[in-house]
């Protein structure tokens, strides 16, 4: 059984900076292109990040872009986010999936495996 574990999140100042990793086991991480999405507390869950198989390929939301990071280890079997200059409507729980297809990379309904998230808050 494929299980993923975030962890990294916590409570940072607006401008700070953050590194949320997603350990999985069960399987080797290759098999899946891996994302990190989002949820606000009263919001629907939002895709943030993701990146292909190899490495290959990674998308952005737009408010993102520019200031965080993915990156994945197929050695460890772990996915990273590196978010800098972080904002207060960054707060959120952060949820690592891991997707077999990655094909569009952020719908959340292709994903096979999900976390159970991180928090991550940030204060004004």
């Known amino acids: 059984q494929v299980q993923l574990v975030e962890s990294g999140g916590g409570l940072v100042q607006a401008g700070g900076s953050l590194r949320l990793s997603c350990a999985v086991s069960?399987?080797?991480?290759?098999?899946?292109?891996m994302g990190w999405f989002r949820q606000a507390p009263g919001k629907e869950r939002e895709f943030v990040a993701a990146?292909?198989?190899?490495?290959?390929?990674?998308d952005y939301l737009d408010s993102v872009k520019g200031r965080f990071t993915i990156s994945r280890d197929n050695v460890k079997n772990t996915v990273d986010l590196q978010m800098t200059s972080l904002k207060p409507e960054d707060t959120a729980v952060y949820y690592c999936g891991a997707d077999r297809l990655g094909t569009t990379l952020r719908l959340e309904n292709e994903y096979d495996y999900w976390g159970q998230g991180t928090q991550v808050t940030v204060s004004s």
């Open positions: 990146i292909t198989w190899n490495g290959g390929r990674s």
């Open positions: 069960g399987r080797a991480i290759y098999f899946y292109s």
